[in-house]
Nanobody, 121 residues
């Protein structure tokens, strides 16, 4: 059973920093793209940042220059360093990975359970 487990969310004041971690576990053959999405109350889920297996990155305009995505392929882990946080960054943050589970043999999307990030003004 493949699962993604996030950690690192919490409450922080505006201007502060948080680091989110997402670890993929289970019988995994390979991991392609990994990313972080977020969903604020009443809004659609949106992409924050993504990173390819070769470590090419892509960021939403709203987080460019403040958030940094990285990954450790040996640990099947992706990180999101969030600096200069703003109240509008408040949302549930979800980890996403396109990976090949040994049992299935084809790539498919997996999601974490989400972690709450709250930025107070």
């Amino acid at each position: 059973q493949v699962q993604l487990v996030e950690s690192g969310g919490g409450l922080v004041q505006a201007g502060g920093s948080l680091r989110l971690t997402c670890a993929a576990s289970g019988s995994i053959f390979s991991i392609n793209d990994m990313g972080w999405y977020r969903q604020a109350p009443g809004k659609q889920r949106e992409l924050c940042a993504a990173i390819s297996s070769g470590c090419s990155t892509n960021y939403a305009d709203s987080v460019k220059g403040r958030f940094t995505i990285s990954r450790d392929n040996a640990k099947n882990t992706v990180y999101l360093q969030m600096n200069s946080l703003k109240p509008e960054d408040t949302a549930v943050y979800y980890c996403n990975a396109e990976l090949v589970a040994r049992r299935l043999g084809v790539p498919r999307d997996y999601w974490g359970q989400g972690t709450q990030v709250t930025v107070s003004s």
